[in-house]
């Protein structure tokens, strides 16, 4: 049995890659189709070179658009309860909420501010 009928053994489509189907998680396997290097997961998510690297820029930018927003909740959150401790006159503790509520809104600044700089240098509106 030749290396190449091995690998196909078992539902594996190809050789495995070092990258994880971004639809399911999976390991994705590598087909080369004459010129062109595709991938293939076991449940039959496909993708090109390109479309691969694509996704897998969509799926960056939907997790840094996550890490902002939850940052800012975060924020909020810390922000109330804060003011909850400072009612109840317990000022270290209103204090280091405070402080916590502004590094996260400085590291979701910060992640915005990459988010939008990406905007401008692809010319997407």
């Given amino acids: 049995m030749n290396l190449e009928a091995v690998e196909n053994e078992g539902n594996r489509p190809g050789k495995p890659s070092t ?6 998680g999976g390991t994705l396997w590598e087909l080369e189709e004459g010129n062109l290097l595709r991938f293939r997961c076991r449940t039959g998510h496909a993708y090109s070179a390109e479309s691969l690297l694509a996704t897998q820029s ?6 840094l658009w996550i890490a902002s927003r939850v940052l800012e909740e975060k924020a909020s959150l810390s922000h109330c309860l ?3 401790m400072e009612a109840r006159n317990l000022s270290l503790a209103a204090q280091r ?3 916590e509520a502004h ?3 400085e590291r979701s ?3 915005r501010e990459v988010l939008l ?5 692809t010319g997407v509106d």
Avoid at 19 to 24: T, Y
Avoid at 58 to 63: F, L, N, R, S, V
Avoid at 117 to 121: G, L, P
């Fill in 103 to 105: 590094s996260a809104l």
């Fill in 19 to 24: 990258f994880a189907c971004p639809d399911c």
């Fill in 82 to 84: 804060a003011s909850r």
């Fill in 117 to 121: 700089k990406n905007y401008a240098n």
């Fill in 58 to 63: 969509d799926a960056i930018e939907d997790a």
């Fill in 97 to 99: 909420l405070k402080e």
């Fill in 109 to 111: 600044a910060i992640i």
